[in-house]
């Protein structure tokens, strides 16, 4: 077995894994010596249905539930692994076995400790019946033991290159198996009540209000949390969140919670740091969404126009106020395996015209060549004017655009259900395309379930090379098969693809600790703390 370099790492950050643009004069003032003690108030939109990782991992539960419970490992700037619940791990020479060995004196908020059996059953039974995405990797273990009640063990049916970018919270968080083993797990009282292991367990939740989240005095690393509360204020006004901001009535600001358009006024503050690193390891992307079961979206002329038909400079620039990138496809540019020769042709008005008249779709009399239905994300301010956007840039192209409201539990349940015809979405790509993208295009995976390939799109080239990908462990191979995958897709356009989201992260500078790995909302705020 070889001891793999990234656990030596034991949680500290080199200067060498730094995000860019991060000044390095700034190693030179020292932070303030954690104090313990205060509560931090941060606002969070929407609110979410439930704080149980696993039954639902929409952007707001994985804000909040992140206190809560724990991964294995966590991820800096530049995606290297650091230790969580894991202590150390080893990968031998083949790459096919893993084995972790967990931290000691875990215990989950009801008391009860936390053993390798408590993984085993997160691995291969919780999120395996849970998570579409996680079952495709998890499929590849074909052998899972504990040698002891501290060591979990892991053998993979064949090398798989980016599996240790599987063990965040997000992705594979651990349950106590006590409290679900022999439950139906969507229905079991734990998804109500949720138990962790995390710095914070649930200690009330006022609906509509704020859900508040005390210390976990038995939390395993000695002296930690430095906080005694994490406050998630529900605030539903995109201005009174601002406002209360602005006030001091919240310290902190995450993800969607501060319209783009309110960026310049927190920048120009003296007692505020605004910052948009830390979502490396999700890197989101946003995209339409197409059912294609709803005629023309089955015909990709039709898909192309819609794609030649929107700026998304413009969407950048004036919505989202310069934060982000414009996408060039299905992968992100900071993804592995991204081939920047490949990319979609620029927005071209008369071009998306001709695609239609081709496609035999001609505009009427009144300029107007069919309609389309389009559910507007209901996750704050900026996504309805992108929708508003969107409706007059079809609108240009002939398309009419009619919008339709409604709040974020039923937005993912028609999404789940396919009971849409076109919406905007927004997915993690976590590094690598196997992990984050294989997921919405490869037919195995369309279901009726959020975030898999709800817009049902198929082909079997795109499956095989997917697949291909997959069960390489080659990175030659992977990347031969993701040029290809990604040239087809960019011809196919099965998704609009708009945008590479970078959030904001909106603090009073007294806080400290809220952005110092890759995972910025998702970490666990254990060393989280107020200066002075």
């Not at 992705?171 to 409290?179: D, Q, R, S, T, W």
């Not at 797990?185 to 292991?197: D, E, L, S, Y």
């Not at 038995?218 to 005694?228: A, E, F």
């Not at 015209?353 to 009399?365: N, P, S």
Request: overall charge neutral; some cysteine; charged content about 20%.
């Amino acid at each position: 077995m070889r001891v793999s370099r990234r656990a030596a790492l034991g949680g500290a950050l080199t200067t060498a894994l730094l995000p860019p643009g991060f000044h390095r004069a700034a190693l030179a003032q020292p932070a303030p010596a954690p104090r313990r003690g205060g509560t931090l108030q941060l606002t969070l939109v929407p609110e979410p249905p439930i704080l149980a990782l696993g039954v639902n991992n929409q952007g707001p539960t994985q804000v909040a539930a992140t206190k809560i419970f724990q991964g294995l490992l966590r991820y800096t700037h530049s995606l290297e692994p650091l230790p969580e619940l894991a202590k150390s791990w080893s990968v031998s020479e083949d790459g096919r076995e893993y084995t972790f060995r967990l931290q000691e004196n875990v215990k989950f908020h009801d008391g009860q400790p936390m053993t390798a059996e408590d993984v085993l059953f997160s691995i291969m039974q919780f999120h395996m019946q849970l998570s579409p995405r996680t079952r495709t990797i998890f499929g590849l273990i074909k052998e899972a033991s504990a040698p002891d009640p501290l060591t979990v063990r892991l053998v993979l049916s064949q090398p798989f290159e980016p599996f240790l970018l599987m063990f965040s919270a997000t992705a594979c968080c651990i349950v106590p198996k006590h409290l679900f083993e022999g439950r139906e797990f969507r229905q079991a009282p734990a998804v109500q009540a949720p138990i962790g292991t995390g710095p914070f367990r649930l200690a009330e939740w006022q609906r509509g209000n704020f859900i508040r989240l005390d210390r976990f005095d038995q939390y395993w690393r000695p002296g930690q949390p430095y906080l005694d509360s994490v406050i998630f204020r529900i605030i539903p006004d995109s201005q009174s969140r601002a406002l209360a901001l602005q006030n001091g009535q919240v310290q902190a600001a995450l993800a969607n919670d501060i319209e783009p358009f309110d960026l310049p006024r927190f920048r120009a503050l003296p007692n505020m740091s605004v910052r948009t690193d830390g979502w490396e390891f999700s890197q989101p992307i946003s995209w339409i969404e197409l059912n294609h079961r709803v005629k023309p979206l089955e015909d990709k002329r039709v898909r192309q126009a819609m794609s030649l038909a929107i700026d998304r400079n413009f969407i950048v620039n004036r919505l989202w106020f310069g934060v982000g990138k414009p996408c060039t496809g299905p992968l992100a540019s900071s993804t592995r395996f991204y081939d920047p020769s490949i990319a979609l042709p620029a927005h071209n008005i008369r071009a998306a015209q001709q695609l239609l008249d081709a496609a035999g779709y001609r505009a009427g009399a009144n300029g107007v060549r069919f309609s389309l239905k389009h559910l507007v994300l209901p996750y704050g301010e900026v996504w309805t004017r992108l929708s508003e956007y969107l409706r007059q840039a079809m609108a240009r192209i002939g398309i009419d655009f009619q919008l339709e409201t409604t709040d974020a539990g039923s937005w993912a349940q028609r999404i789940g259900q396919w009971e849409y015809e076109t919406s905007i979405n927004w997915v993690s790509q976590f590094g690598d395309p196997t992990l984050g993208v294989e997921r919405t295009y490869v037919s195995s995976n369309i279901q009726k379930v959020t975030f898999t390939n709800t817009g049902g799109y198929s082909n079997p080239q795109v499956d095989a090379l997917f697949e291909k990908a997959r069960t390489s462990g080659d990175a030659a191979v992977r990347r031969e098969a993701f040029r290809e995958v990604q040239r087809i897709l960019v011809e196919e356009v099965p998704q609009v693809w708009i945008h590479e989201l970078a959030f904001p992260t909106i603090a009073d500078k007294r806080v400290q600790n809220l952005v110092t790995l890759g995972m910025s909302a998702h970490a666990s705020y254990d060393d989280v703390y107020f200066a002075g």
